[in-house]
């Protein structure tokens, strides 16, 4: 079978049991006719239509949703089709969502310009797109069956999947009508409902379940790492031990001997070891002997990087953000308080590490792994292999978490995927798999940071607020970075400008040349801004005497939507004050990220072995709530991600090489360990915002607070249990 076959093979499974699949068609997606699109086209049976490029309605009646997002949990299946579902007025038991094809005309995000994930952006790019989708679909569908039924449009009512008639009697469902609905033309600008009209957005009694649920329950959702074919070659690399060495030389005979192996090549990265199976490659790799280049390699410690970023933020950086004359009142404050704290580099830990699988002929390719950026890992696998980008395709499939892993500027992981396919030759299909200890050893770390704030007080106010922050750039050398004169906007958000009602404030950054890979961590910047700047006021409001909810209140008069979380957690949580009851101490953080705004409040006790988080109250303004239960989910999932970062996460260096490997080494939280979360969703008119990650920042510091009042001290550098320790 060649790849063109296979991709003609693929698109007629999407031909339903119950008959043809119709497509709906937007115009503006007219001029984007790929080759692709012929291929579905003539895959479809030779009808003469082109798919809607979010839309697919069959004659059975179910409604798919084609997702341009990858969904690894953070529910864009759901969220998505519950926008297109809410203005075609579905039926939602009958509506379904897969992943969209690599396609960056059809595809991308509207707030990127590419095809990707990332940011908090899929509802908040995709809100007016889907609901256009879904309001066209349904206008078209009106259409055909008033041209049917030869009544006026206006007189066809739309319900859970049914149109109806009400003067005639008729009626009909979606599928009685979608193949004429394609030959209908598309309206310009359908209009779309009013909020008070929503049957599915918004709603909060369990009817609206998730789509990926019952398959990921059951094992019939497919991954990556379960993929399997004919001839099919799974490979793993042999990468160096330290960041930026290369392969002198190395010896495969002892590898070539075990049983399973079928070859070793040297690709770019490293050496790749190909077997029929994963454990034979493991053991085959186990059998190298590689002579490493370490002349460039990064050879320092993490406490050595930490001295060193420590003596830069002594000295004044590049300003980021400024208003006042924070030095001048510094030096005339009353009082000037003083903290330091310093972060480590931090793994994304997935539980589905990396991996991929592709098939080439020489003249074509199908690679499909859990893309994230799915326009530049296509770019990537096409100049590997010396394809135009329309001999590619890339199928996204389901990916078992990501926290930011899979999203790489440097499309690293379907370079090398290429790589290996072309060392060994057209013709044999490759899976790549980084196993956990690559995945946890192979760098694209959060960064290494430090913070150094200063604040000053004056008749019982914070009147003065520096912040030095000392971090490698995840940006470096793009446009971003020095359209903003060398700023990287990853390393302050969060920092450059705070809610809090300061007149003289400063924050300017140091930006560090080391070898180690960074890339964008859950939050990105939040997760680091968030932990200095909510424990730092927190210190300078303890220290004024002033209670830690009603304090941020008093200079929140230009930041109303974190004042409005911060109210709404205090009353979820009966807030009377931080001081300790029964051993218990609470502990509160705001903070806005990717513009959504959440407030939790920790409560904590001390353990023998580090604090003990029993339950965390967090309430959350994302804008308009599409999913409710998903909005809950998102924040219980950030929240216990946040906490095992917060108290156990560190990758530490040794002399340049990472040293944990597994999970016995990088502690995660563990089930037992998982305090009781309670989320109240903050009803709002406002355009929605995302969730993927604003659960994650206030946590570290909500914790770090209440340590503080237990008498624990407020921990200066991370993780928090070895502040205790």
């Given amino acids: 079978m060649t790849i063109h076959d296979a991709a003609l093979s693929r698109r007629a499974m999407l031909k339903g049991a119950a008959g043809l699949v119709i497509g709906l068609y937007l115009p503006e997606m007219a001029r984007a006719q790929s080759g692709a699109a012929h291929a579905f086209r003539r895959a479809a049976g030779g009808t003469d239509f082109a798919p809607n490029a979010f839309i697919r309605i069959g004659a059975d009646d179910a409604v798919t949703v084609l997702i341009k997002h990858i969904e690894f949990g953070q529910g864009p299946f759901t969220g998505l089709a519950t926008l297109v579902a809410e203005e075609l007025d579905a039926d939602w038991s009958k509506v379904r969502a897969e992943h969209a094809p690599s396609n960056t005309d059809f595809y991308k995000n509207l707030a990127f310009g590419v095809q990707g994930t990332g940011g908090s952006t899929a509802i908040a790019n995709s809100y007016d797109q889907m609901r256009k989708a879904g309001a066209t679909a349904r206008a078209m569908l009106v259409a055909a069956a008033a041209q049917s039924w030869d009544v006026p449009a ?19 469902r979606f599928g009685q009508f979608a193949e004429a609905a394609a030959r209908q033309p598309a309206p310009a600008d359908p209009p779309l409902k009013d909020p008070s009209a929503f049957r599915l957005i918004g709603r909060d009694d369990g009817s609206v379940k998730k789509l990926d649920s019952a398959a990921k329950s059951n094992g019939t959702a497919q991954f990556t790492i379960d993929m399997r074919e004919p001839g099919m070659l799974t490979v793993v690399v042999a990468h160096p031990p330290r960041f930026g060495a290369r392969v002198a030389s190395f ?35 186990e059998q190298l002997r590689i002579s490493w280049d370490e002349s460039a390699a990064e050879k320092r410690s993490s406490d050595q990087l930490i001295e060193e970023y420590r003596a830069l933020a002594r000295r004044p950086g590049r300003i980021a953000g400024a208003h006042g004359d924070a030095i001048t009142t510094l030096a ?38 859990g893309s994230q950026l799915q326009t530049l890992d296509h770019q990537a696998i096409a100049k590997v292999l010396g394809l135009k980008p329309e001999q590619v395709e890339l199928e996204t499939m389901l990916a078992g978490g990501s926290f930011g892993r899979r999203a790489q500027q440097t499309s690293h992981l379907a370079a090398e995927l290429a790589e290996v396919a072309k060392a060994i030759g057209p013709g044999r299909p490759v899976k790549l798999v980084w196993t956990r200890e690559d ?69 300017d950054l140091h930006t560090t040349d080391v070898g180690v890979p960074v890339l964008w961590w859950r939050s990105v910047g939040h997760t680091h801004t968030g932990y200095a700047v909510e424990c730092f006021v927190d210190e300078l409001l303890q220290a004024t005497g002033q209670d830690p909810v009603a304090g941020r209140l008093a200079m929140m008069g230009k930041a109303p939507r974190e004042a409005g979380v911060l109210r709404a957690v205090a009353e979820l949580a009966q807030w009377s004050g931080p001081s ?7 502990g509160v953080a705001v903070v806005k990220s990717f513009d959504s705004y959440v407030a939790q409040i920790a409560e904590v006790s001390a353990g023998d072995d580090g604090p003990r988080v029993h339950k965390v109250w967090c309430a959350v303004d994302c804008g308009v709530p599409v999913n409710p239960d998903v909005i809950r989910a998102q924040m219980e999932g950030g929240i216990g991600f946040g906490v095992g970062a917060a108290l156990y996460g560190e990758v530490a260096l040794d002399e340049g090489r990472p040293v944990p490997a597994n999970f016995d080494t990088y502690r995660v939280l563990r089930i037992h360990e998982m305090p009781q979360v309670e989320v109240r969703v903050v009803n709002s008119t406002e355009k ?23 008498g624990l001290g407020r921990p200066r550098r991370l993780p928090l249990v070895r502040a205790i320790a």
């Avoid at 066809?156 to 003067?167: D, F, K, N």
């Avoid at 490293?270 to 454990?279: F, P, S």
């Avoid at 946890?440 to 704030?453: A, E, F, S």
Wanted: with cysteine.
């Fill in 251 to 285: 010896d495969a005979s002892a590898a070539r001997a075990v049983q399973g192996v079928v070859d070793v090549k040297q690709v770019p990265t490293g050496v790749a070891v190909y077997a029929n199976g994963t454990w034979p490659a493991i053991k085959g790799r």
């Fill in 439 to 507: 995945d946890i050893r192979g760098g694209y770390y959060r960064p290494l940071i430090v913070h150094r704030l200063r604040g000053g007080l004056r008749d019982g106010k914070i009147v003065a607020w520096t912040d030095t922050v000392v971090s490698q750039s995840i940006l470096k050398g793009s446009e971003a970075v020095m359209a903003k004169g060398g700023i990287d906007a990853t390393s302050v958000e969060g920092a450059k400008e705070i809610p809090y009602d300061i007149a003289d404030f400063r924050c």
């Fill in 332 to 369: 005339r404050a009353e009082r000037i308080i003083e903290a330091e704290y310093v972060f480590p580099y931090l793994a994304h830990a997935p539980m589905e590490p990396l991996d991929g699988f592709l098939r080439w002929d020489g003249q074509r390719a199908i690679a499909r792994f």
């Fill in 688 to 710: 929605p915002t995302g969730v993927g990650e604003p659960g994650v920042p206030p946590i570290g510091p909500a914790v770090a607070n209440a340590m503080a009042r237990l």
């Fill in 580 to 586: 300790p009851v029964n051993g218990r101490a609470r």
């Fill in 154 to 172: 206006r007189e066809i009512t739309v319900e859970r999947g049914v149109l109806r008639h009400a003067g005639s009697g008729r009626e009909g």
